[in-house]
Nanobody, 115 residues
C-alpha cells in the first residue's frame, strides 16, 4: 500500500514563499505523473501543477510564473515551490501520484497566506 506524506505548509505573509514536499512510501510502482491540487474553503478541489516522469510540467493559469513543480524519481518525491504568495492561494494542498493502474492522494497540508 502506498502512502503519501506532505509537508512544508504553514502561515506566510502575502508576497512570501513556501516549498511543499510530498514523499511516497510503501509498495510503489512506476509513478508516471505527480501532481499538486488545492481546495479552498467552500470551493472545489482544483489542479495546481503536474509533472510527468520525463519532466514535462503543466500549471494552472492562476499560479503560472509563481510556482515551480519538480520531482526526484529516486526518492519518489515531488516538490512545489510557491513564490509571491497571495491570500487567494490559501487552501489545503494535496499531492497525487498516478501509476499505470491507480492513483493515490496525500492527506493534505494547509497553506495560509495573510494579507
Amino acid at each position: 500500500q502506498v502512502q503519501l506524506v506532505e509537508s512544508g505548509g504553514g502561515l506566510v505573509q502575502s508576497g512570501g514563499s513556501l516549498r511543499l514536499s510530498c514523499a511516497a512510501s510503501g509498495s510503489i510502482g512506476r509513478i508516471i505523473v505527480m501532481a499538486w491540487y488545492r481546495q479552498a474553503p467552500g470551493k472545489e478541489r482544483e489542479s495546481v501543477a503536474s509533472i510527468t516522469r520525463s519532466g514535462f510540467t503543466n500549471y494552472a493559469p492562476s499560479v503560472k510564473g509563481r510556482c515551480t513543480i519538480s520531482r526526484d524519481n529516486a526518492k519518489n518525491t515531488v516538490y512545489l515551490r510557491m513564490n509571491s504568495l497571495k491570500p487567494e492561494d490559501t487552501a489545503v494542498y494535496y499531492c497525487k501520484f498516478n501509476d499505470a493502474t491507480s492513483e493515490t492522494w496525500g492527506q493534505g497540508t494547509q497553506v495560509t497566506v495573510s494579507s
